[in-house]
């Protein structure tokens, strides 16, 4: 067989091992750190890579194709395991037919989440198996040894990613692709194992517990749990990349690697225990394997010296366990300078955050690139919860508040995500007679996670373009009436609309619309310049956050000072001035050709 070495990422090591495991198959809604696992699926001809509406619509199609006999993954960050958290219980009970890999990047140290969620806690309460690769190499081959355990004891199987992982590269040793494409074996109907009616639930509970006692013993004798014996007075469990964090901590501690860490090979801890002093478990977050551990009666240390916020480094472990270490350790600088986020150059957010913080209300917010309006200068944003929970989160405030809120709340929410998980609040808004506006900022494509396709622009994860969901129509089908278009590049206009929509008696619907600059590029024509003799210094240019608009001392007085290699020229700034003092001035051919690379532009007037 020929192999070739690659270096991959991990989530790039997981989709080519799927592919060579024969996945047919795949599925996912785009969220960071795993989004490139299906679009790098996508890029394989053997397999149907889509993009779905949210993480449980994708979990029932991967199901969907399972049953049917195809190798089937499904692929998600940890907070879209709990909006598939419904099927995902259930399909244990069912089984598969085919083999159902369950992909789930977590995010330690929400680096691009919400909150720090321990997927892990799933695994157990579900009562599905779990792996745990610890680099792309292992990534590659788990994702095999996946699907394999998935046919054989029919169970979904969870594999375990970390934002560290699915990120970082290492060099794989890869196989071949298969020489025909995938095929389904087809669905055979089985009443008392895919319809779950009570009485049949309770026979395939008994499956279930039967099952994880097979699956521990499985556990057992997996070449991917292992124990690396050295300097026995320390020993250390652990899984995933804190395996790789430990072994450099602690070149010389033994070690018990574990790969599955649901149900856990009790044997083989209670053999590794045996063999060391004492135990130290070293885990990001919760202590999932440290509690199963202590549950067996071994006595282990564990999160009362390692950190349970946060992600974990070779740095921190030994800070934290400074007592185990025999020799002191040196600590490099691992410090990296801080960077805010920020909302890129001309990008229609600007305009509306700009217009929302002169309207004095209270603002819901949600998941997307938008969410960085709750920053300085605009602090336009005062909640954020989860996917869709803008426009349930703005009622519940109405409701609790009375009359004396209305024209005084408006939830915002992005195109992708209102098709989410927006549309069955908006319904609810409706049917509930609710006093609130929604701000929909529709710029045409999943933004944040890299402008992938959505339902609301028709383009699939192949590439392929559709006609996509008419977003007004679908507004005025749930019953709003009240829908206006709003220019988010002219600020009068915008905040006229959002006045007149805050104002309306019932539910109302506004939405900004422009494509993301980075989907739609427009040719450079103009870029913002300053008159110093008639700034005032008054700072209202600043009141945009425009990162082109830099700050500098003109005479005692803080003055713009305009990025000509970030402005686009969208005027916002010049609207913004009250002096006039910017103003925006053609750009010459010679700039046009040095910024070939296509800067997106919109200019004024603005015609979206």
Not at 80 to 106: C, E, Q
Not at 118 to 125: G, L
Not at 256 to 264: I, S, Y
């Amino acid at each position: 067989m020929s192999r070739s070495r690659l270096l991959l990422s991990g989530n790039q090591a997981v989709a080519r091992g799927a592919m060579e495991a024969g996945v047919m198959v795949a599925t996912s809604y785009p969220g960071t750190p795993c989004t490139e696992i299906l679009e790098t699926l996508s890029t394989y001809s053997s397999v149907q890579a889509m993009w779905s509406t949210n993480e449980k619509v994708a979990y029932e199609v991967a199901l969907g194709a399972a049953f049917a006999g195809a190798r089937a993954m499904v692929s998600m960050k940890h907070v879209g395991l709990n909006v598939a958290a419904d099927p995902l219980f259930s399909s244990v009970y069912t089984g598969i037919n085919g083999g159902l890999v369950v992909v789930v990047g977590d995010d330690p140290s929400a680096n691009s989440s919400q909150n720090e969620q321990d997927s892990r806690h799933y695994a157990r309460a579900a009562k599905l198996p779990m792996l745990e690769p610890s680099d792309s190499q292992e990534a590659y081959e788990l994702v095999k040894h996946a699907f394999e355990m998935s046919e054989r004891f029919d169970t979904p199987v969870l594999l375990r990613m970390t934002t560290r992982l699915c990120h970082s590269k290492t060099v794989v040793n890869i196989g071949p692709a298969p020489t025909e494409r995938p095929r389904a074996t087809g669905f055979v109907p089985d009443f008392d194992k895919f319809v779950l009616l009570p009485r049949q639930a309770i026979q395939r509970h008994a499956v279930i517990e039967n099952r994880l006692e097979a699956l521990a013993e499985f556990g057992e004798d997996s070449p991917y749990n292992r124990i690396e014996l050295r300097d026995r007075s320390l020993g250390i469990i652990t899984s995933g990349v804190p395996y790789c964090y430990a072994r450099e901590a602690f070149p010389h501690a033994s070690v018990l690697k574990l790969a599955q860490t649901f149900p856990l090979p009790a044997e083989l801890i209670r053999q590794f225990a045996s063999e060391v002093e004492r135990i130290l478990v070293i885990e990001e977050l919760d202590p999932f394997l440290e509690e199963q551990i202590r549950a067996l009666g071994i006595k282990v240390h564990g999160k009362e010296w390692i950190p349970r916020v946060g992600e974990l480094t070779p740095e921190r472990i030994l800070h934290s366990v400074e007592r185990l270490s025999p020799q002191p350790q040196e600590k490099g600088d691992s410090s990296i300078a801080a960077r805010a986020p920020r909302i890129c150059a001309g990008c229609q957010y600007l305009g509306v955050y700009t217009a929302i913080a002169r309207l004095g209300v209270r603002v819901t917010g949600d998941i997307g690139c938008y969410t960085l309006g709750s920053l300085e200068p605009w602090n336009a944003i005062d909640t954020v919860v989860c996917m869709g929970a803008s426009i349930g989160t703005a009622l519940g405030m109405e409701k609790a508040l009375g009359a004396e809120s209305h024209g005084k709340i408006l939830a915002i929410i992005g195109d992708g995500t209102l098709l989410h998980s927006g549309i069955t609040s908006l319904m609810d808004l409706v049917y509930n007679q609710g006093h609130c506006t929604v701000l929909i900022m529709d710029n045409s494509t999943t933004a944040m996670t890299g402008l992938q396709g959505h339902p609301g622009n028709g383009t699939t994860a192949k590439g392929l373009a559709g006609p996509g969901v008419n977003i007004e129509k679908l507004v005025e089908a749930i019953g709003v009436e009240w829908i206006r278009i709003a220019n988010p590049y002219d600020l009068e206009q915008t905040e006229s609309i959002l006045r007149e929509a805050l104002a309306h008696p019932g539910p109302s619907v506004v939405i900004s619309r422009a494509p993301c600059l980075l989907l739609k590029p427009k040719t450079l024509v103009q870029q913002a310049h300053l008159k110093e003799e008639a700034c005032t210094g008054c700072g209202d240019c600043f009141k945009v956050g425009c990162v082109a608009i830099e700050r500098q001392d003109l005479g005692g007085k803080i003055a713009p000072k305009i990025n000509l290699d970030l402005c686009v020229g969208c005027t916002l700034c010049v609207q913004m001035c009250p002096e006039e003092a910017l103003a925006p001035q053609a750009v010459t051919p010679e700039l046009v050709e040095i910024r070939q690379w296509k800067m997106p532009l919109p200019i004024t007037p603005l015609p979206y």
